[in-house]
Structures are given as C-alpha cells and as structure tokens.
C-alpha cells in the first residue's frame, strides 16, 4: 500500500477538527472567526492552552507559535496573569465609570512606551489604528494618510488599502472608494518617495508597522527611522508606530525605545495585557492626545475628538494588564525570546543549509521568526537579520504545506506556516522539536513535489 500523502495523514489525524470545520461552515461563514486562521483543507480546532503547549479536539499536543497573534510573550495562561483575571472577575469587569487600576496600568504604559505622555484606552488594535488616524486628522486639520505597502494595520476602512497587492485597491467589499481615496500607499526605505508625498503638506500622519510590514517580513532599514523622524517633523505630518505586536516584544518600550525615535502617536493592542480580549490603547504626545480633552461648548461639538465604548480601561484588562507588564517591565521575557528566537533560528538555517536549499530564516532582532524559500536577489548584500527583499514571494500553497507538516509533528505556526511568534517560555526541548520538524517538513515537501 502506498504511504499516505501529508495531507492525507493531516486529514486522519485531526479527523475530529475536519469533523468540527465541516459542522461550523455551517454556522459560522467560512467555517473559522478570522480570515488569517483559514488552512487548507481545514484549520485546526483547539481546546486549551497553557505556557508554550496548546492542544487540539483530537487530544493532540502542539508546541505553539502563534501566541495569541504575537501577543504573549509569558506563553499561555501564565499563572500570575490567570490569578489577577480570576481575582477580578470575582470583583467586577466592568463599573461604568473609571476603576483605580487604570492608573497603575497607563502609569505602567508611560514609563516603558517613550511616546505615551498620555493614554487613551479602547478595545482591540483595530480601534486603537482607527482613533489614531481620527487624532491625526482632527490636530493637523489634513485629510491623507500614509501607509507602506504590505503594512498591516487591522480592519478599518482607511487602512484596508496597501496590505496586499495591488496596492491601491481596498482588501475588503464594501469599503467605500471614498474611505479609501484618502490613503497613499509608498514603498518603504524610499526617502525621495517619501519626501515628494509629503511636500504638499496636506498629510496628516504617516503610519509604520514598527519592526516592518507583517512584524517585519519586509524590513526598515535602521536609518529610516530617523528619515521619517525628520521627514514627518520638517511637513508638519505626525508620525505614528504601529506597535500591536511590537509594543512590548520588541522591547519592553517598543520599537521605539529600541531604535530611540519616538513617534507622535503609536497604537497598542494585544500586547497591553498579554491578549486578554478586549485590550488597546493609542498613546502620544499629550498636545496630540489634548484633542480629546472636553473644553468650551464651541470646541466640544465642533473640534474635539470623541470616544466611547463600553470596555474601555475596563477593570478585567486593567488586573491583567498589570500583571502582564510588571512582568515584562523586566526585560528578562524580552531577553529569553529572543536568545530563544536565535536557537531557532541557527537551528532552522541549518536544515535549509545542510540540504543546500535556497532560503533565509530571519528575525528582524526580536522574536518573531520568518522563513523565506527561494533565491533572493539580494542574497549577499544583507545582515540576514532585517529583510529589505520587497519583492520575494512567499507562496501560500507553500506555507500551507509547511503548516500542516509541522502540525503532523506536533508545531503549531502562524497559519502561513512562514512565521513564529517566540515567547520567553518556549523551552529547550520546544526548541529542538520544532528544528526536527522543520527538516523533516522540508524532506515530505521535496518529496512530493510541493518544493520545487
Ligand atoms: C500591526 C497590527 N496592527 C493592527 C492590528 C489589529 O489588531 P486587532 O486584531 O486587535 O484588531 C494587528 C493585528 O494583529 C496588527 O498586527
């Protein structure tokens, strides 16, 4: 008998997720919650989780990578976390008005993030890139925006251009030309484009993704920081870091304490409690954020921006979040994720090198870890640490494969199968398994033809 493909071992294997996915399409449009969790033939449906282990409906153990969208960085259900939330549950989640752990959570927020004078709390990054966009528009009285090409930045309307090819074209139906007409997609490292969109000062912000377009599968030079520092300042434009998964990964200030350039603006997510639902924030320059504060009769109906929303600061966010970044205000997560990323990195490499395949695993100095399979026209010219190939194709048909290869072997990556988020739990033996694996998977993709 012939030896069962990999997509069919994935489909016996995980029979009780095929057996789930078939049941949610019919409930729940395109059978999963989120457009990034769709694999084919199905994604995998999970139960638990806990440190850097997650598990399936089948009973199946997985190292994980995805941590919460990039988000935890102390694994899943880190025992402090999980007792500050269960603590505050028993107290309340939500008061309708302010709670006395909000200022412990912006006072922890303003010390480690260089931009945030001042702290506006909200539900999720989506939000945080929205009201962002709405400060910058309603300070500098200009309509545009900019963004770079393949630069993620959540679900609003304005920011649904430039992720995806062709740049120019929104990513969603139902986008009105309108909400996007406003927003100029550029290259990234290109100073001369950038100074020219600026010129006519008619730009209100100029967002970046911090660590690089998809937590920096395209990377920004080091210097370009500084270019858009003294770029955006020079046109009167605002400058906003994207810092959803860079904000407290990156190091536990960003991006920005890193790079030592600070943003007008920088919008938080997942990171401010380490992915209990319903975090965000937009931090900045308090003249910026000023543009919130309730003043006469005149400016309050016709000049200031407003905000409202249930769970904003609510009490459960505010427990974990504090709990969350006491932790990483340490700096040892940081450390540990990325001396964890380096191993898995190294180890990687290894595999691709010892089986001569073209091909680079890069981390763009933090730990989030990518995979590019393929020739690279820059091959030689590069740190192979920051990534400025914009121009590499990273093949979904791959990256499936890779998926679900790692996933027959007990790895769990972002569903593109390309990207691992590390985290500082991610053990020795995490570590060893998932480089294995990695060899193994590029073996089966050999074999049946999926690499070519
Ligand atoms: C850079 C960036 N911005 C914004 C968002 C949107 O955040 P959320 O999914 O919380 O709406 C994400 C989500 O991963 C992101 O990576």
Sequence with gaps: MAKPTSLEQYEEKFSRSKEMFGKAEGMVPRGVAHDAWQVSPFPLFLTRARGSRIW??????FVDYFGGHGGKMLGHAHPVVVRAAQEQMEKGVQFGTCCDLMLEWAGIIQKLVPSAERIEFMNSGTEAVLYGVRLARAYTGRKKIIRFQF???????????????PFEVSVSAGVLPSAVEDTIVLPMNEEAALEEALRNRDVAVVMVEAAGASSGVVGIKPSFYQTMRG????????????????GFRYSPGGVQ????VTPDLTTLGKGITGVMPGSGAVVGKKNVMEMLLFKDEHWNRYQRVSHFGTFN???????TGIAYL???ATGQPTQDANRNTRKLRDGMQAKLDEREIPGCIYDTNFSVLHVYLGKCDLQGQCDRVVCLNAGKERSSEVGQALYRNFALQGVKSAPRGFDFYVSAVHSGEDLKRTIKAFGNSLDTMIEEKTLK
């Design 151 to 165: 630069h993620f930045a959540g679900a609003y309307d304005a920011v649904t251009v430039g992720y995806k090819k």
């Design 257 to 260: 304490a890193a790079v030592g």
């Design 56 to 61: 399936d409906v089948d009973g199946n153990e």
């Design 231 to 246: 770029l955006t300042e020079k046109y009167g434009t605002l400058l906003l870091f994207d810092e959803v998964v860079t």
């Design 313 to 319: 600061a609510n009490p459960l966010c505010a427990a």
């Design 326 to 328: 006491n932790i990483i």
